[in-house]
């Protein structure tokens, strides 16, 4: 079965501080797609990234990065120079290719970036 | 950039009463997908739906849900007879294809509060 788990659940620092989110998941495939969404005060889910198993290759776009470690099994996302419009609730899931097109959340961590 | 649409934005129900929620996904997806996220909560899988009938559903989706694509455009979550704790958001989504490095969009989600 799937899981993925967000040890974080608040994360709060003054804007322009790096914020590093943890997520650690669990599965049996051997194929599967990780990601990570933002969802902003409004509510909607902003589709972030997405990431193979078989792709460990990690990526900056931005401000925004990613470090990926089949090894420890996590997939851990970066803000460099945070800013008051990222806080959010961040959300990490996880996709089994057996389970088709199914995500299994984590719990989010919300990050609230101060002025 | 196409959108899934969902209406209405925010709803609210008496206990009991039955409610539809309308989702319009991409019109050249073929998978459709039912997510609820109870306030405060995680984002948890409802139900998929491929070629008119239900490819997968969770725990969470029992016989007071339904699923229906009545034309060619809508896709509808009904809720037989609403009762509190199905208060929560409800985004519904849609992908191309069963893979997900294929991708996924959400909708913007649906509010429900029932009273």
């Known amino acids: 079965a799937q899981k993925v788990t967000q040890a974080q659940t608040e994360i709060s620092v003054v804007e322009k501080e790096d914020v590093t989110l943890d997520c650690v998941y669990e599965t049996r495939d051997t194929t599967y797609y990780l990601f990570w969404y933002k969802q902003p005060p409004s509510g909607e889910l902003v589709f972030l990234i997405r990431?193979?198993?078989?792709?460990?290759q990690n990526e900056i776009s931005g401000r925004y990065s990613w470090n990926f470690q089949k090894s420890t099994s996590s997939f851990n996302f970066t803000i460099t120079a945070s800013q008051v419009v990222d806080s959010a609730v961040y959300f990490c899931a996880l996709s089994e290719a057996a389970a088709g097109n199914k995500l299994t959340f984590g719990g989010g961590t919300r990050v609230l970036v101060k002025p | 950039e196409p959108e899934v649409t969902q209406t209405p934005s925010h709803q609210v129900t008496q206990m009991g009463q039955e409610v539809i929620l309308r989702c319009v996904p991409i019109s050249n997806h073929l998978y459709f997908y039912w997510y609820r996220q109870i306030l405060g909560q995680k984002v948890e899988f409802l139900v998929s739906f491929y070629n008119n009938e239900i490819s997968e559903k969770s725990e969470i989706f029992d016989d007071q849900f339904s699923v229906e694509r009545p034309d060619g455009s809508n896709f509808t979550l009904k809720i037989r007879s609403t009762k509190l704790e199905d208060s929560a958001m409800y985004f519904c989504?849609?992908?191309?294809?069963?893979?997900?490095?294929?991708?996924?969009?959400f909708g913007s989600g649906t509010r429900l509060t029932v009273v």
């Open positions: 989504a849609s992908s191309e294809a069963r893979q997900t490095n294929y991708g996924y969009t």
């Open positions: 990431r193979n198993s078989f792709d460990e």
